[in-house]
């Protein structure tokens, strides 16, 4: 029963909350089909499920994402035989990309869905490989030439670089949402030109003759002629 409420019955009730709520806000609008996905342009709806289909075109793939998870912790929980389960787990992956392909979940249109589609892309391809060269280690359970080893760093290789670069792009993506760089570059202007005063008057306490000899000389401030 608790595998069933919270890995097939939460998803379920949150897309159908989503189909609820695209529902109110098509009807809200009325006639009017130009907006293909209304709920990104309610900000209550926003606020309260952004979080389940923001950077989708379509809202519900959501759900596409949990059942493929469903499936691939189905097949490692209950999968007794190693070799079964691995291409069962290949087969759910080459229909969720394909799926993945024919369906384009993220609006290719535009700079941030292009950079989402590619790094869902670049992930299944990454669990491809390393699927693929599970299939080769489990052929030849003990293996250590040269090959085997070679094969292994290229696996940790791909994720660590597959990794990296999400990481990269998201904080490059956060950077320019919230504009950080540039509160950044505002504050270490202020706390520059705060700490030049503070030289200069440091400098005019350690040499008090310098202010003196200023308001003393009387050439001081008349112009050439």
């Known amino acids: 029963p608790g595998i069933i409420l919270y890995t097939i019955g939460l998803p379920v ?19 009017d089909k130009k907006h293909h996905h209304p709920l990104y342009d309610d900000k209550k709806y926003v606020f309260r499920y952004g979080l389940l289909y923001s950077g989708y ?16 912790i189905m097949l490692a929980s209950f999968g007794f035989d190693n070799s079964l389960q691995l291409h069962y787990t290949l087969g759910v992956m080459f229909a969720a990309f394909a799926l993945h392909y024919i369906a384009l979940p993220f609006d290719t249109n535009n700079d941030e869905g292009q950079v989402l589609h590619g790094l869902e ?24 030439a040269p090959s085997c080893v070679f094969l292994t760093i290229l696996v940790v290789f791909s994720n660590v670089v ?19 760089s540039e509160h950044v570059t505002k504050a270490a202007r202020k706390v520059l030109s705060k700490s030049k005063k503070m030289n200069v008057l ?8 310098n202010g003196k ?11 050439k002629k």
């Open 202 to 209: 440091n400098s005019m306490k350690s040499n008090p003759l």
């Open 162 to 180: 597959v990794i990296l670069v999400a990481i990269r792009m998201f904080v490059k993506h956060f950077m320019i949402r919230t504009k950080l």
């Open 13 to 31: 009730a949150a897309m159908f909350m989503l189909y609820r709520a695209n529902r109110k806000v098509q009807s809200r609008q009325g006639s």
């Open 213 to 223: 000899n200023a308001k003393t000389n009387p050439m001081h401030g008349k112009k």
């Open 121 to 144: 892309r670049n992930s299944m391809l990454s669990v491809f490989f390393l699927l693929w060269a599970a299939t080769f280690f489990l052929l030849r359970r003990k293996c250590d």
């Open 57 to 72: 075109r379509l809202y519900w793939w959501e759900l596409v994402i949990s059942a493929r998870k469903v499936c691939i």
